[in-house]
């Protein structure tokens, strides 16, 4: 039996991911948060959810693992390790952006602990701040 594989596409359900972060930010609660992990402008049209440990290797939709991304970039990146794209500069940008958010679906600074932890990202908060 002969199997293909389709290709990735941005209408793909599993680039659909439903998480509270996509939520605050289509509904404008972030208004700092302006660009995706991987250094691309967010837009309503063009955001998604990236998978930093990606589902294909265990990844999960938890705070810890997701962070936003252009769905372009996301889907360049595919399965490939985050290390691979994103320099300790960008996860600081990054990061920054999360300080003042605090809303009914996400808290920023214990977003930014939680991922600073499960990632062993060494920043120090007074200087991100």
Request: hydrophobic share 35%; proline share 5%.
């Amino acid at each position: 039996m002969q199997t293909t594989m389709s290709p990735i596409f941005p209408n793909n359900p599993f680039f659909k991911a439903r998480h509270p972060i996509k939520k605050a930010f289509d509904k404008g609660l972030m208004p700092d948060v302006k660009k995706g992990l991987l250094g691309h402008k967010l837009t309503k049209k063009k955001r998604s959810v990236e998978h930093i440990i990606p589902k294909s290797k265990g990844g999960t939709l938890a705070n810890d693992n997701v962070a936003l991304s252009d769905r372009m970039a996301n889907m360049q990146r595919g399965n490939r390790p985050i290390e691979e794209f994103v320099t300790h500069q960008m996860w600081i940008d990054y990061l920054r952006q999360f300080i003042k958010v605090k809303n009914q679906f996400i808290d920023g600074m214990e977003y930014i602990k939680g991922l600073c932890k499960k990632f062993k990202i060494d920043i120090d908060y007074g200087k991100i701040i």
